[in-house]
């Protein structure tokens, strides 16, 4: 047995059958009768399922489809983590909103047209000699030709091109094996100027092409300047791999429109569909991409379009950087091998998938053996000779994703409704699973890298019918966890997928991704550099420049500084707030009433919003996230005034005074609530500094912001004894109030922070536990017991726990295991781990230092 599925089995087995189990046996079948679940179920369901607290072990990117944004979920619990939003403007992130996130989406404007969405197909991570590292994300959107940069230190948008040609594209994102470029290749041919040209002239003045965008790891940044376009015939390019290890330099891109149709189903024509698949087959374009890049160096292998290089289909051919071999009508997916010997091309109309061989495409370049050109004049190698073989998959052939194994490739049939594994190199079919329904991509773990991990798969489904509860005629599409750690594959899981059709997804080690938790104070997150507009505490202020009103505010639980803000009717206000706050997920929102405004500030971020006030009035602003017991008081007044008009009123209501003698009474009770307060605080403080807090970075950035808020409560208290002796008790008292808030916020910030410390320091062992320990590990026993996991032997977490008598029993099998290999629950075991303990000759004393050491495993059992 796999060890995957003999965990699960081990850990199953658990319940089952060890002994003093049958009241947690009873219970687990249950809830399997009471749920309607079978044991398979069950199984699955303990594959997925992760605890409160526990991370998954991948990060799936996938392409948010219509919505224009990228969905994060993690592996396996396929818990969504976020939604990044790229071309579309999303309220809760401010994204579209603030002045900085517009200026990336306004940067994909096309010819000065505003486009507020995306259609994305292809995510892509930026790899490092072919394998991915967890830097960044890049993402098409196939409607507008344009590609996006997401900055994965932060998860946010931080670029968007726009083709200058191509008015849709397809195959992108893809990147080169060190992300020198990004591959976008063109879709739906058309006139690359922005012309009109009739339908009649389209094999003329109709083309497609393939875009490289240079990329700047450094400056996370494509640099339009340095990029290019190779133009292709009007094939209708469809989806790009970039080549890696033997292939790397060169790139592969399919097409459907070899017999260049044009459609006109209202003219009597047939449509496009039954023109593109007439011919038996279609173009595969290869073309050297590190030699077009040296070409385009030269302004004399280059014509400028709209202010971009491209490089003319003769020019390529006459470097030998361009060429075509055939393959099977209308296929889809092109995916080259982890090494990059092999290409694969999935057969969509067909249903073989084909497998090219790079060492025969190259062989016939070099050896310049074609079989003729096509009307473009690109040299067309040998379909047969350029193939390592085909084999019949089934139907509707997609896509596919590589597996951990040498040879294994995953391949999804969107037709049959079915994930296919197969074997490339020796061709031949390993499994089949049923997916439901209509599987598009698929992505096997790191399945499109030089380094793929295998162990899950998703299938990313069109069709969900009757998966999830109705919710009217539009339905989710279905995104499927399948385990393929073992020979058979198994569906695991359904995730609906309730925003758009995630054509692709990219998925990486969460060990991976390394993103910050707060940003460095002030920082515009869209350029990751210093804001303008950075405001630190105590410098918050109002400033007037003719008709234009700056404000500098700051966010911190729990108010917003200035908290009135006075303008006239007609003014342009720039407002940059920034959150000072140094804690982590202390994020705030803000918004200003009837203004269509809404920013996200998470930590150390400066926002920046622009508008114009034009409407009379009061309008109350506050803080949008619930960010302490005191959010709903954080809010201020935005008051706009018509500076020609004159504003009558007059003070008629009176707030009741208090005597001077209720004065001191209320003084007294609130200086003596926060005596008691400051008690608990004192007391937080001696617990995170008696267990070095500091020395633990994420509960040392809690504690830093309980002081920050603790160093504000002496100067209120100061001015409130002050005010006190000039018996001014009403300000002494609002003077107290404040300080007590201050001691609240401290107290709120510590008692995470101590929380978190708890949680992250297990109970110290005694000296008889770590003398078990070393016996443990030395004595052998580690060699099968690893704590807190089934492996060779049995999890010894609950061992004292298992057994009448536990200690005893213990001490007796360490001594003498033969002694209880009779008694039926270790038969049981003996069978199921096809093992015996051995004898380690642990002496009496090292016998009893294990069992203190289990007993220390058992109070900590959390920690592991
Ligand atoms: Cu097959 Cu756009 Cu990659 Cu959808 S594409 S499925
Ligand atoms: Cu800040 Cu609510």
Known sequence: MKKYVWLMYSMIAGWLFLAQSIEAQSKFQDVMQQRGLSEQDAIAALKVYQPSGKHDEYYVFASGGQSGQVLVYGVPSMRILKYISVFTPEPWQGYGFDTDSKEILREGNVRGREINWGDTHHPALSETNGVYDGQYLFINDKANARIAVINLKYFETSQIVVNPLFKSDHGGAFVTPNTEYILESCQYAAPLTNDYYPMEAYQDTYRGGVTFWKFDKEKGRILPEESFTLELPPYMQDLTDAGKGISDG??????????????????????????????????????????????????????????????????????????????????????????????????????????????????????????????????????????????????????????????????????????????????????????????????????????????????????????????GPLHPQNNQLIDIGDKKMELLYDLPIPLGEPHQAASIRASKIHPEVRYPMGTNPKTNQPHI????????????????????????????????????????????????????????GFTIDHHDIHVSVEPGETAQIDFVADIEGVFPYYCTEFCSALHLEMMGYFLVKDPKKDYDWSQKSKIKNLSPAELQEEYKKITANNEATQRVVDALFAFLKENQASKYPTVNNLLEDAKDQYAKILPEKEKATKAYKENNFENAILLENMAWQYLIKTADSAIRAKDLLVNTLAS???????????????????????????????DVTGVLKRHKNAEQWVAEYVKNPESKFQEPYMKKLIEFFNLKMPNQNMNDQEITDIIEYFKWVDKNADFF
């Open 533 to 588: 507009g950075k405001t630190l505490a105590g410098e918050e202020h109002i400033v007037r420049k003719g008709d234009h009103m700056y404000i500098y505010a700051t966010m911190v639980r729990s108010h917003i500084n200035p908290e009135h803000i006075t303008v006239n009717k007609g003014d342009k206000v720039t407002m940059y707030i920034t959150n000072v706050e140094r804690a982590e997920d202390e994020t705030h």
């Open 764 to 794: 110290p062992k005694s000296a008889a536990a770590k003398r078990g320990e070393g016996a443990f590990k030395e004595g052998g026993c580690s060699g099968c017991h690893v704590v807190g996991k089934v492996s060779s032997g049995p």
């Open 250 to 471: 060169w790139g592969f891109t399919n097409s459907f429109n070899s017999e260049l149709y044009t459609g006109g189903i209202e003219k009597g024509f047939p449509p496009f569909e039954a023109g593109c698949s007439r011919s038996d087959t279609d173009y595969l374009h290869v073309y050297n991409w590190k030699k077009l890049a040296e070409l385009a160096k030269d302004a004399k292998n280059v014509k400028i379009i709209n202010n971009h290089k491209v490089i003319p289909i003769d020019v390529a051919v006459k470097n030998n950087a361009l060429f075509l071999i055939p393959e099977n009508k209308s296929p889809h997916g092109v995916d080259v091998n982890p090494n990059g010997q092999y290409i694969i091309v999935s057969g969509k109309l067909d249903t073989h998938a084909s497998v090219y061989d790079f060492k025969k495409i190259l062989q016939q370049i070099d050896n310049k053996e074609f079989v003729g050109k096509d009307s473009y004049g690109i040299p067309i190698l040998d379909l047969k000779k350029s193939l390592h073989g085909q084999l019949e998959l089934g139907l509707g052939h997609l896509h596919n994703s590589f597996g951990k194994e040498d040879g294994i490739v995953y391949s999804s049939l969107y037709v049959d409704s079915q994930i296919v594994k197969w074997d490339y190199k020796n061709l031949k079919i390993y499994d089949r699973v049923n997916i439901h329904y209509n599987v598009g991509h698929l992505e096997a773990m790191e399945g499109k890298s030089a380094d793929p991990q295998g162990k899950y798969l998703i299938a990313l489904n069109k069709l969900a019918i009757d998966r999830f509860l109705p919710v």
